[in-house]
C-alpha cells in the first residue's frame, strides 16, 4: 500500500476515535449537509455563529470552519470574534471564500476576515482563489468559470501572501503551501450538481486538521477522502438526488481498502 | 408531438446549456432544496441575502426569486433592494408569499414589496393567492385551505391588478396571465408531504423565466415540469423521504420522452 | 395489544386526522428534517422567527416548539414574545437547550426562557439536562457526554422546579414528571449518527401534545415513535444518509402493527 494511503486511513481512525468537536459559522444551505458529513466521518459538529458565544464556543473545540456563503452582518460579527480567538488559541482555523469575486461585499469580507486572523488553510473554487489572490477574477455567482489548473499560480501567490495552505478545488483539486504542490485526482464531475459539494470539503479539512498538525497534509488528505467517497456515491447511481446519501453513506462505510484502491494522489 | 412539449423541452435543453445565475432571497427551510432543484435542472443557483450585496448580485443574475417563508428584518430589508434593481434592469422577478394570510407583518411586507416593485410572476397556493388579492382569506400556516380552482378568479383580480402572470399550485395548477389561463395536471399529492415543494416550483419557474421572456409560457413550463419530475419519482416510491432524492434524480434526467408522454397541459 | 400501543396508535391517527399546525423556532441545521417529520407523522409545520409575527402566529397554531441550536439575538427576541403569547393560550410550549452547558449565552438565555415563560416538556440528552438542572455539567457541543441513566435525578429536579415533563433522549430515552416516570427502549445508536434526530424528536413531541393534553404521555408516545421509526429505517439501511429519508418513509408508512411489535415502553 503506498505511504499516502496509510496516512490517510490513519488520520480517519483518529477521527472516528476522537470525534474532535468541528466549530462552523456556515451559510444556510449547507448547515445541514456539512454537519452530517462530519458525523459520517466521525467528528463533532457544531454550527455557532452569535457574537455572544463563538469565542467562548471557539476555546472548547478542536477546529474553526468558516464559510461565507450566505454572509451577513450577524453573521460576520460572528466569524470577526471567532477567528482571532481559535488563532491565539492554536485551533487550526479554515476558510471558505464562497461566491469571492461576486461582489465587493464579499471581497470586503473576506479581505478583513484574512487581515484580522489569517486562516491556515483556505480552500475554493478556481474564481475564488483567482479573485482571492487579487488577479480580479470574475465570479459569477459560486460556480467556477476557470479550470483548477489555471489557479495554481494564483494559489501560490496567496499561499505566500498569507503563509497558509490554499486549496484549489475542481476536477483536479490542487493543494498548495509555498512550493510545496499535491494534486488529488479523486471525485466526479457529478459532485457539482449537489449544491455544498464544496463547502463539505472545506468542513472535512477542519476534522482532518484538528487530528494531524501538518495542515497541508490535512488538507490534502481531506481532499483525497471526499473525491473517494463520492467516487464510491456515483457509482451507486450517478444522479444527484441519490448521490447526496450515498456519499454519506460512503463516508461512514469507508475503509482502508476503498482508499487503497482508488486513490489517485500525486505530489509535485 | 404536441407542440408545446416540443417548446418545454426547448427550454430545458436552453437552461442545461445556458445555466443561468438564479439569484434567490428565500427561506431557511428549502435553500438547500431549491439549490438542489436548479442544479438538477442545469440551472445555477446562488442564495444571497444581504442588503449590502443584493443590488450589485442582482446585476450579475439572469433572474431574482424572492420567498418570504421565513422571513424577517434582515431579509426584507434585502428583497426591498434587490426586487427594484432586478426590476430596472429588466431581470424576471419571481414572488412566492409564503404564508401570506397568516399574519399580519406577512400581508404588510408582501403589500409593500409588490407596490415597491411588481413582480413578473406570483406563485402562491390558493390561500395565498386569494389572500394577496384582498380576498380575507384566513391562511392557516402554510398550507392551503382551499382547493387551487376556488382561487382563479383572485388570481384573475391580482394579474390584472399588478400587470403580472400568476400561478395556483394545487392539485391542478392554474397559470394566470388577464384573460389567459392554463391549467397543469401533473404532480402527485404526495408532493404535499415534503417541505418546500411548492417554494421549489418558485425558483424553477425562475430558471425558464430567464431563458423564456415570455412569463406565462415560463411560468407554464415549469409547473408542468415540476409535476412530471414529481409523478416520476413517486412513482420510483410513494414514500416522503424517498421522494425527495427521487424528484432530484428525475429532473436531472428528465428527457423528452418523459415530458410528451406525460404532459397534461391545456389553455382555457 | 398492551394498552400504551393502542394509545399512541389513537394519538398518530388524530395527528393525521386533525394535521395541528405545530409553529417552530429552531436552528437552522434542522429545519429541513423537522418541517419534513412533522409532515411524514402528519402535522403541518410552520418555521416563524420574526419578532414582528410571532405572537400572532402563536395564537393559531397548537403548538410551539422552541429550539436553541443556533440562537441568535433575532431569535431569542422571537421566543421571549412566542412563549409567553403561547402559555398565555394554552397551547403546549416544548423546549429543547440544544447544547446548553456548552456556553454562558446558552446557560443564560436557557434561564430567561424557563423564567419568562416554562415550557410543558423540556427535552434534551443527558449533559443538557444536567446542565439545565443546575449541575454543571460541561456539555461538549451538542453531543452528550453522559448516559441518560445518569441524569435521571437531574432531570426529576428540573420537573419539580419548574412543574414541567422533561425527557432525556439517548440509547435509553428517560420521561420523568415529578414521581412519575417512564423508560422507552426503542431506536438504534446510529441515529446519533444522523444531525438533528433529538431536535426532530422534540417537533414530534409538539404534534403529540397538539392532541394530548397529558404531557407527560405526549411526550413518551412521541418518543416511542421516534425510536420505533428509526429502528424501522436502520433495518431497511444500516447507514446515515439512508437513515435519513428512510426514517421519514417510516414515519409516514407507520402502522398499528410496527407500534405493537416494537414498542418497548415501561413505567417506573
Redesign the interface.
Known amino acids: 500500500m503506498p505511504q499516502s494511503a496509510e496516512s490517510i486511513w490513519a488520520n480517519v481512525t483518529q477521527i472516528r476515535n476522537q470525534?474532535p468537536?468541528i466549530h462552523n459559522i456556515t451559510?444556510?444551505?449547507?448547515?445541514?449537509?456539512t454537519?452530517?458529513a462530519l458525523?459520517?466521518l466521525g467528528a463533532?459538529?457544531?454550527?455557532?455563529?452569535?457574537?455572544?458565544?463563538v469565542e467562548?464556543?471557539a476555546s472548547?473545540?478542536s477546529a474553526l470552519v468558516v464559510n461565507i456563503?450566505?454572509?451577513?452582518?450577524?453573521f460576520v460579527s460572528g466569524m470577526k470574534l471567532a477567528m482571532p480567538q481559535a488563532k491565539a488559541l492554536g485551533k487550526p482555523v479554515i476558510f471558505d471564500p464562497v461566491?469571492v469575486g461576486?461582489?465587493?461585499?464579499?471581497n470586503q469580507i473576506s479581505e478583513e476576515l484574512l487581515t484580522l486572523a489569517t486562516p491556515d488553510i483556505i480552500r475554493g473554487n478556481a474564481s475564488e482563489i483567482m479573485a482571492l489572490a487579487g488577479l480580479n477574477s470574475q465570479t459569477?455567482?459560486?460556480?467556477s468559470q476557470h479550470s483548477s489548473y489555471a489557479a495554481i499560480a494564483a494559489a501560490r501567490r496567496l499561499s505566500l501572501m498569507w503563509n497558509c495552505t490554499v486549496v484549489i478545488s475542481g476536477a483536479s483539486d490542487y493543494i498548495v503551501r509555498g512550493n510545496q504542490q499535491a494534486t488529488v485526482k479523486n471525485g466526479h464531475p457529478l459532485m457539482?450538481?449537489?449544491?455544498?459539494m464544496g463547502c463539505t470539503a472545506t468542513a472535512l479539512i477542519g476534522a482532518f486538521a484538528a487530528v494531524n498538525s501538518d495542515y497541508f497534509q490535512a488538507a490534502t488528505y481531506a481532499m483525497a477522502v471526499m473525491g473517494i467517497a463520492g467516487e464510491l456515491a456515483v457509482q451507486k447511481?450517478p444522479?444527484?438526488?441519490?448521490l447526496?446519501?450515498?456519499?454519506?453513506?460512503a463516508l461512514?462505510?469507508l475503509t482502508e481498502t476503498d482508499i487503497d484502491a482508488r486513490l489517485n494522489l500525486t505530489y509535485a
Chains 1, 2, 3 share one sequence.
Open positions: 470525534a468537536l451559510n444556510f444551505v449547507v448547515m445541514n449537509n454537519a452530517n458525523l459520517a463533532s459538529p457544531a454550527m455557532v455563529h452569535a457574537p455572544e458565544e467562548e464556543f472548547i473545540s456563503g450566505t454572509l451577513d452582518a450577524t461566491g461576486a461582489t465587493t461585499y464579499r459569477k455567482g459560486v460556480d457539482t450538481k449537489v449544491t455544498g447511481k444522479a444527484p438526488g441519490s447526496q446519501l450515498n456519499f454519506l453513506d461512514y462505510q
